[in-house]
């Protein structure tokens, strides 16, 4: 157990609405990151940080921004959201010391109706 | 372009006998290569991994083989349990130069169901 809840776990919304999903990590790890898990698809990488305020961009970013601005904290905002984006998400950091090895939390399911 | 490829979207195998997870890769930058379970209404768990230097790892009863030269990988179980069905994603890591983020990239995933 990486220490890792997510909140909400369940959310639906309307279209053009803001959303912010929040991933919170007990364990101070400096690498946290956002999937998206879509059936035939895999997860797919939306956003990353490396650090407080460091971001970057993943394969699927578009439509999402991010933000870190403590270590246990990084929260995923669709600044407006469409139903492209009704998926599952999950919050993943990674393993100390180098390893690439990565622990998720729970998800958060989300609905754009 | 997906780079990281699982043809199969399942599996079927009587509990007791060998399960083969099989796992395609396109970029030969890759040196680290991960298996993850899933369970439905959970997140992933990771199971075990493999770096590009060795061409297998064992863990319990579940066993990596790497195959660089046909960027291949496949998971092994063995014995297969009714406790083993779920979703199961391979995922690879790899920089070319831009520092040691981590990133992986994920395969579709393969649906295992063992039978009693």
């Known amino acids: 157990d990486a220490g890792i809840t997510q909140s909400p776990r369940h959310k639906v919304t309307e279209t053009g609405t803001p959303v912010t999903l929040r991933c919170h990590q007990t364990?101070?790890?400096?690498?946290m990151y956002w999937y998206r898990q879509d059936p035939g698809h895999g997860l797919r990488l939306i956003h990353y940080?490396?650090?407080?305020?460091?971001?970057d961009k993943g394969e699927v970013s578009d439509g999402y921004s991010v933000s870190r601005s403590k270590t246990e904290d990084f929260l995923l905002t669709l600044e407006s959201a469409t139903s492209s984006q009704t998926s599952v998400y999950f919050c993943?950091?990674?393993?100390?010391?180098?390893?690439?090895?990565?622990?998720f939390g729970p998800g958060t399911r989300l609905t754009v109706t | 372009d997906q780079q990281v490829k699982q043809n199969s979207p399942s599996l079927s195998v009587q509990e007791g006998r060998i399960s083969i997870l099989n796992c395609d890769y396109t970029?030969?930058?890759?040196?680290?290569f991960l298996w993850y379970k899933k369970y439905p209404a959970e997140g992933p768990t990771f199971l075990i991994s493999?770096?590009?230097?060795?061409d297998k790892n064992e863990d319990g009863r579940f066993t990596v083989f790497l195959n660089k030269s046909a960027k291949h990988l496949s998971l092994h179980i063995v014995p297969s349990q009714p406790g083993d069905s779920a979703v199961y994603f391979c995922?690879?890591?790899?920089?070319?130069?831009?520092?040691?983020?981590?990133?992986?990239?994920f395969g579709q995933g393969t649906t295992l169901q063992v039978k009693p």
């Open positions: 364990e101070n790890h400096r690498y």
């Open positions: 493999i770096s590009s230097i060795k």
């Open positions: 995922a690879a890591s790899g920089e070319n130069g831009s520092g040691n983020t981590g990133k992986l990239i």
């Open positions: 970029n030969s930058m890759f040196d680290y």
């Open positions: 993943a950091i990674r393993g100390q010391g180098g390893t690439y090895e990565q622990y």
């Open positions: 940080s490396y650090g407080v305020k460091d971001t």
